[in-house]
């Protein structure tokens, strides 16, 4: 609804009926909603429908805390940051007031004092969902102060002594009342630090410099950690960890598909990127995902495609730039740049130090392969193979425009059905053809029926 339209005081909501009901409970109702409805609560997450979702949904029903667990890159905080969409769009709270309390409910001596001297004539305002979402990258030189308050010197200095509750600065948890506060890399903050959230997620108060202000706080709590630092270089503290009603463990996608889908929801392409060619960036990340010489431990991130899938756009828009050819099309050629280009964003094994390109364009060449198989399978690609071998040499790179490729070879129906296999049709322009052929002579190359020869700017495949 329209906020402009909604009650403005406290009295007004008392008239409208409204009830204050706890952050878990408004989850859980909303959430219960969307599954009778048969809407999908969790837009934007690909690839955990069957297996962290449904975890996910049974604990937000049963009210629990919750800590995500996994390697980089496997979308926790895209999944923490999709719970703020199951809050009510709009929430009355007392206008002006720090943590944001329920006109029906104030918490805070101010509020409270305020409530009782207007009554019914008690302001509200509303607050949109976002705003109630409230997010913490958990650094080792964050302070109790910052998560939960501190003495706040200028109130001192208004004249308000020290044990007066009025004179504490809230810090992020306490302000984020009737709201979710999630903590990112949780394991990174200090043990004297998480033992600072051990009465805000069990007692729901807060300790500040030595006096225990009685608040009731309502939040959840939810947090992420990486496996390695949840037991090697930091740690959730066993007492918190045991305030978590669940943890769950999340994952990368599952197949190949669900990479394609989080390639292609999540990059930012500059030039077209066709899907054999997504297919391959998929593939070949699963690739480093369970290739001995990449260190598992600190995992081979979602964020590699889709990098990998950007740069594979860039490289056939600067070919656009250079030859003119328009659309820009991305074709086989463009992936060379991927090895270079992101070799700094995984972790290799000790004693690999040399030969990480090596590795990186062995596992490329091989989802090339697997690609073209899953693309070409059963098609006699014979004929093109005799053509090349008739003397017509086929020549590629980042100087040479899908017409040139393409005006190298003769009139060919196995042409024809190798750009249909592509998802291209007779009608599309020169350069989605011409990816299509290129698949193709690159995956008669890696079955060593064709030669390839390759300079600095251009490669030639030959018989």
Not at 54 to 62: I, N
Not at 105 to 116: E, N, Y
Not at 192 to 207: F, P, Y
């Amino acid at each position: 609804m329209n906020p402009e339209l909604l009650p403005r005081t406290a009295g007004g909501l008392r008239e409208a009926g409204y009830r204050p009901r706890g952050v878990k409970t408004e989850i859980r109702d909303n959430l219960l909603t969307a599954l009778r409805a048969g809407r999908d609560p969790w837009p934007g997450i690909v690839g955990f429908s069957r297996t962290v979702i449904p975890q996910l949904e049974r604990a937000l029903l049963a009210g629990h805390d919750i800590v995500l667990l996994g390697e980089r890159g496997q979308g926790k905080t895209r999944l923490l940051r999709t719970l703020a969409g199951l809050l009510d769009e709009w929430t009355p709270v007392i206008e002006g007031s720090e943590l944001g309390e329920h006109p029906l409910d104030p918490i805070t001596p101010a509020s409270r004092r305020r409530a009782a001297e207007l009554g019914d004539d008690l302001p509200v305002a509303w607050r949109h969902r976002d705003e109630r979402y409230t997010e913490k990258l958990a650094t080792p030189d964050t302070s109790v102060g910052d998560l939960i308050g501190d003495v706040d010197p200028v109130k001192v200095a208004e004249g308000r002594s020290l044990g007066d509750p009025e004179t504490i600065h809230f810090g992020l948890v306490p302000r984020a009342h009737r709201g979710i506060v999630a903590v990112n890399e949780l394991p990174d903050l200090a043990e004297r630090i998480q033992v600072a959230l051990l009465n805000v997620m069990e007692e729901r108060d807060i300790q500040v410099r030595g006096y225990t202000l009685r608040l009731p706080l309502d939040v959840l709590m939810v947090a992420t950690a990486n496996p390695e630092d949840y037991t090697n270089r930091g740690r959730i503290i066993t007492p918190l960890k045991d305030r978590f009603g669940a943890e769950i463990r999340t994952h990368y996608p599952l197949d190949v598909e669900a990479e394609v889908d989080v390639v292609r929801q999540e990059s930012k392409l500059v030039a077209e990127v066709g899907d054999p060619l997504l297919e391959v960036l998929a593939r070949f990340v699963r690739n480093l995902r369970e290739s001995t010489v990449i260190d598992q431990r600190s995992g081979v991130s979602a964020r590699f495609a889709v990098a990998a899938a950007e740069t594979v756009a860039a490289a056939a828009l600067r070919r656009s730039a250079l030859t003119g050819e328009q659309p820009a099309v991305a074709r086989p050629v463009d992936l060379d740049s991927v090895p270079a280009v992101l070799r700094g964003k995984i972790e290799f094994e000790p004693g690999e130090e040399g030969r990480e390109h090596e590795h990186l364009v062995h596992l490329l060449r091989r989802a090339v392969a697997e690609t073209a198989r899953n693309t070409f399978g059963g098609l006699n690609l014979r004929p093109l193979v005799e053509a090349v071998a008739d003397g017509h040499l086929v020549a590629t790179g980042e100087r040479v425009p899908g017409t040139d490729l393409l005006s190298a070879l003769p009139e060919l129906p196995v042409l024809h059905e190798v750009a249909s296999r592509a998802g291209v049709s007779p009608g599309d322009p020169p350069g989605r053809i011409a990816a299509a052929v290129e698949l193709a002579l690159e995956s008669l190359y890696l079955a060593r029926q064709l030669a390839k020869d390759t300079d600095d700017a251009t490669t030639v495949y030959g018989p």
